[in-house]
């Protein structure tokens, strides 16, 4: 049973109010309360009684997820705090003695923190600023080096609160599994793939093109890092604890990746013998998992911290108040995304019954789907500023789209043309939190760094697309990726050798 046309009216009433006000949770919330009205055939009351009934429904179904928001969230705070960021960053000033190796160790540092996006680009700009900074490396290269390893990171990674809301999603969804299905989806994630090796490129070759050029130019010949005079004179030096250790970094970002991993394979059945060990990432209860790995984090961390006095016992306690705080947006959007999907599905207006008869009773070119869905994708990441409300509203709508025969072997690469294209349009958004952050993490003028990585990114993404047709067209992803990344390189030969004709580049100042 379905509403008919009716039961697509709060995804398009989301959707739209989310491209025009730029806001998704006015925009969720009012999609919600239309679909409530919807299914209560116009009762106000009863549309209040049915938001909050399914959305407490959904909360208790997903809680584990807010919890383990709430302690990484806490752990974040307790690591800036104590002092382990900048420990790292001083030692890294000493060790690093090239250009290249400045970029690489900024790459490196920021795919291995992949738990969060905040905490990656907040942590990594601490910590590699005066290693950049001494190498001449523009403060624009530094904020895209950051935002280019931060979401195209935890957007792949399992172990990452993104892996966890993601897993949510595809499981409301009804695609699958919900880790499972995620981890089957990581080849498809082109954009992301494709930005990682993008990253690695720029930082080991002196690839200079589009207005990031003059940034760099004017960093390396001259030591103007910002290239701009507003910016430079904002600039202030950040305060940080004398007493942290490299090891108050990297002790707790080692805990809570292998406490998560271990926790997965425990809540999968990999230690009972009744599962595989790869089977249990497929099958364990990754939210509970996460919590668990987040705890163990918290624990290892009070050891590690109280007794050498890094923080006090009540600092301590008082950092994980601050980091839950932290975390209520992203609690209300993933409420907000559990519950229009609630009110969307079989159970309410049956959205999905009715967009699967459509598109199976149709003649619409399936083939097109990947592409079509990954620059729509982009396109609402870049109005609302948002790469978790772009894939909370648009996930549930693929589960409905893949429930046909006609689109079902369609699903792997539609899951992940969904989360490129939001990752990629939540890159080109100034708007974006992982943008501001970015900028904020490398103390970079925010509009220049939107402007420098504009072009970057939109490169990679015009060959997404390019592999998003070809999935559509041939199936699987080695292929559709090879011809993808060869288009890549391609262009960024191409646009390097016009760069470097247009404003060449004098490296004798570094040592490359």
């Not at 760099?216 to 030096?237: P, Q, Y």
Request: charged share 10%; aromatic share 10%.
């Amino acid at each position: 049973m379905h509403f008919g046309w009716l039961s697509i009216i709060p995804p398009i009433i989301a959707i739209v109010l989310a491209l025009a006000t730029k806001e998704v949770i006015s925009s969720l919330l009012i999609g919600i309360l239309a679909g409530a009205l919807i299914f209560t055939h116009g009762s106000p009351m009863s549309m209040i009684e049915t938001t909050f009934a399914v959305m407490g429904e959904r909360m208790a179904d997903n809680v584990n997820i807010l919890i383990f928001l709430g302690l990484l969230g806490a752990l974040v705070v307790i690591v800036t705090k104590g002092g382990g960021s900048a420990a790292y960053g001083n030692w890294a000033v000493k060790k690093i003695k090239t250009r290249r190796g400045a970029s690489l160790a900024t790459g490196i540092l920021g795919c291995i923190i992949f738990i969060d996006d905040y905490f990656n680009c907040l942590t990594v700009g601490t910590v590699m600023k005066p290693v950049t900074d001494k190498h001449r490396i523009s403060r624009a290269k530094l904020a895209y080096l950051l935002d280019a390893t931060a979401a195209p990171i935890c957007i792949i990674a399992p172990v990452s609160s993104w892996g966890a809301s993601v897993a949510g999603y595809i499981e409301e969804a009804n695609i699958g599994n919900g880790m499972g299905t995620f981890i089957k989806a990581v080849p498809f994630n082109m954009y992301a793939l494709l930005t990682i090796i993008m990253v690695v490129i720029v930082c080991t070759t002196k690839l200079q093109f589009g207005s990031m050029a003059k940034f760099e130019k004017n960093a390396i010949e001259k030591g103007d890092l910002f290239s701009n005079e507003a910016a430079a004179r904002e600039e202030t030096i950040d305060a940080y604890n004398k007493n942290g250790k490299v090891m108050d970094l990297i002790i707790p970002i080692l805990s809570l990746i292998v406490f998560s991993i271990l926790a997965m394979i425990y809540t999968g059945g990999g230690f009972s013998g009744e599962t595989g060990l790869f089977d249990s990432f497929g099958n364990c209860d990754s939210a509970f998992s996460l919590v668990l790995g987040s705890f163990g984090a918290l624990i290892v961390t009070a050891v590690l911290y109280v007794p050498r006095k890094i923080l006090s016992f009540k600092e301590f306690f008082n950092c994980i108040g601050e980091g839950v705080k932290s975390m209520v947006g992203a609690d209300i959007i993933l409420i907000l995304a559990w519950t229009i999907g609630g009110i969307c599905n079989s159970e309410h207006l049956g959205t999905g019954l009715y967009v699967g008869e459509i598109v199976s009773s149709g003649k619409f070119p399936v083939f097109i789907l990947p592409m079509l869905i990954f620059v729509v994708a982009g396109f609402l990441g870049f109005a609302t500023g948002t790469s978790w409300g772009t894939m909370a509203l648009l996930i549930p709508i693929a589960g409905t789209i893949c429930t046909s025969p006609q689109t079902s072997h369609l699903a792997l690469p539609i899951l992940g043309a969904i989360l490129g294209g939001a990752v990629y349009g939540d890159h080109i958004s100034p708007i974006s939190d992982t943008t501001i952050l970015s900028s904020t993490g490398a103390g970079c003028n925010h509009l220049d760094h939107v402007s420098t990585q504009l072009v970057y990114a939109t490169v990679v993404a015009s060959c997404s697309a390019v592999g998003y047709l070809l999935m559509g067209l041939i199936g699987g992803f080695a292929l559709p990726f090879a011809v993808a990344l060869g288009l890549m390189l391609l262009a960024l030969f191409i646009a390097n050798k016009k760069g470097y004709e247009k404003m060449p580049i004098d490296y004798s100042n570094v040592n490359h």
